[in-house]
C-alpha cells in the first residue's frame, strides 16, 4: 500500500506509477482538488492511466465544500481498479462528509499484458521504496466471510454537463461560504447571469432539507434565516427558501430606466421566490451633482446634451457606483427591517446579506467594468467563468 498527494497526481511522474512498480498493490490519495470546469474528466484520465500502467487499487478521496476562500473543492470520491471505476461520490452535494464503498479483488497484473517484457525491466531498474511491515490484514475473518458478497462491477462515469458545473459549482460554494460567515442571505442587484447561481443554491438547499432529511443543512438554515434550532418550520418549495434567503432589487433611474426593464426584473424575482425592491436612485444621483456644482460652480452633461467626454464618463460612473453604496446599505439592514429574528429574540446577531455580483472573468481580465460599481461585490460567483460558457449555460 503507498500514497500520493494531489498535486503529485498531476505531475508526469507520480508517485504511484513508481510504488506500483515496486509491489504496490493499494495507491490512497487524500486529495485537496479544487473545482474547474471540465476538470473532473482530467483527474478520472490520470487515475485511469495510473492504474491501468502498472495495476491496482486506486483509492481517492477530496475535500468536500469551501475552505472560507474563492476556491471550491467538489469532492467525487472514487475507487478505481486496473483502470475500471468500480464506485463514485457525488461531485455536488451539501453533505459534509461521503463515503464510497466497493468489493474488489486486488488482480494487480491482470491490467498488464504479460508478454510486455519492457514494463518487466522498467520494474527492475525502479527505485525500491522503504518498506513499513504492519501487523494487519485487510481480508475478513474465516469466520466472517461471506460467500454472497461479490467484487463490484464496473460502473458508468457520472460526468456534468459544463453548463451543470456552472450553476451546481458555484451554488455549493455559496451555501457553505454563507452558513460560515454568520450572514443572513443574499443580495443582488439584478443584471442577469449570476442569478441563475443563486437559485440553485435554494434548489440545492430544499432538495437536502426535504428529500435527504439532511440534518446539518437543516440545522444551517433555521440558523440563517431566524429561527430558533428547535423550530418545526421547513421550507415547502426553491421558493420558500429563496423568500428568506434571496434578496433583489432593481437600483434604477426614472428617466434612464424603461418600463420593459422594470417589468423583466420584477418578473425574475418572483418566478424566483424572491423578496424584491423596485426603486430610483435619482434623488440621490442629483444630490451627488448638486454637491459637485455647488463647490467648483461647474455644472457636469451628458455628450447628448452639450457634455464633454470626460464629464459624460463622470455622471455614468456616479450611478453605477451609487448602485454600489446602496446595495452594501440595503444588504446590512433588510434583515433587521424584515424581522429577522422575532421568532428568535435571544439571537442579538440580525447577521446583514452578502452582496453578490455578476462580473465573469473575461470582463475581469480586461478590464471591462466600472472599478466600484455593483461588481465590487462581497462574492462573484460566476467571476471564474468565460463568457462563452455562460452564453451556452444562459441559452
Not at 166 to 177: K, N, S, V
Not at 217 to 234: A, H, Q
Not at 351 to 369: C, F, I
Request: aromatic share 8%; charged share 20%.
Amino acid at each position: 500500500m503507498s500514497n500520493e498527494t494531489c498535486e503529485e497526481l498531476f505531475t508526469p511522474i507520480s508517485p504511484a506509477l513508481g510504488a506500483g512498480l515496486d509491489g504496490s498493490e493499494i495507491t490512497l490519495n487524500s486529495s485537496g482538488s479544487h473545482h474547474e470546469l471540465r476538470k473532473l474528466h482530467t483527474r478520472i484520465d490520470l487515475i485511469r492511466q495510473e492504474t491501468l500502467k502498472s495495476g491496482g487499487i486506486y483509492l481517492y478521496s477530496n475535500q468536500q465544500g469551501c475552505d472560507g476562500d474563492r476556491l471550491y473543492y467538489d469532492g467525487c470520491a472514487m475507487i478505481v481498479i486496473n483502470g475500471r471505476i468500480v464506485a463514485q461520490g457525488s461531485q455536488f452535494s451539501l453533505n459534509d462528509v461521503e463515503t464510497v464503498i466497493a468489493s474488489v479483488v486486488s488482480k494487480k497484473f491482470e491490467a498488464i499484458d504479460p508478454k510486455s517484457h519492457e514494463l518487466f525491466s522498467t520494474a527492475t531498474k525502479s527505485p525500491v521504496y522503504e518498506r513499513v511491515e504492519v501487523d494487519f490484514s485487510l481480508s475478513s475473518n474465516p469466520e466472517g466471510l461471506d460467500l454472497r458478497v461479490r467484487p463490484s462491477t464496473e460502473i458508468a462515469i457520472k460526468y456534468h454537463l459544463p453548463e451543470e458545473e456552472i450553476a451546481y459549482g458555484p451554488a455549493c460554494w455559496l451555501w457553505d461560504y454563507l452558513r460560515r460567515s454568520s450572514s443572513g442571505g443574499f443580495f443582488l442587484p439584478l443584471s442577469g447571469g449570476v442569478d441563475s447561481c443563486a437559485t440553485a443554491v435554494c434548489r440545492l438547499v430544499y432538495q437536502a432539507v426535504s428529500e435527504r432529511k439532511n440534518p446539518q443543512v437543516i440545522k444551517d438554515l433555521l440558523r440563517i434565516v431566524g429561527e430558533p434550532s428547535d423550530s418545526k418550520w421547513l421550507p415547502s418549495s426553491p421558493q420558500d427558501v429563496a423568500s428568506r434567503l434571496f434578496h433583489t432589487a432593481y437600483l434604477g433611474m426614472a428617466e434612464n430606466s424603461s418600463k420593459d426593464t422594470r417589468s423583466r426584473a420584477k418578473a425574475l424575482a418572483k418566478d424566483i421566490g424572491a423578496y424584491h425592491l423596485d426603486l430610483n436612485i435619482d434623488t440621490v444621483y442629483y444630490a451627488v451633482t448638486t454637491l459637485f456644482t455647488t463647490v467648483t460652480s461647474y455644472t457636469p452633461k451628458f455628450k447628448m446634451f452639450g457634455g464633454t467626454p470626460a464629464s459624460n464618463l463622470a455622471l455614468q460612473n456616479i450611478q453605477a457606483r451609487l448602485r454600489m453604496v446602496l446595495s452594501d446599505l440595503f444588504a446590512q439592514l433588510l434583515p433587521t427591517v424584515r424581522g429577522r429574528n422575532k421568532n428568535n429574540p435571544e439571537n442579538q446577531n440580525p447577521g446583514g446579506l452578502l452582496v453578490l455580483g455578476s462580473a465573469n472573468v473575461d470582463e475581469s481580465l480586461r478590464g471591462y467594468l466600472t472599478k466600484y460599481d455593483c461588481s465590487s461585490a462581497d462574492i462573484i460567483p460566476i467571476g471564474g467563468v468565460a463568457k462563452q460558457d455562460l452564453k451556452r449555460f444562459i441559452l
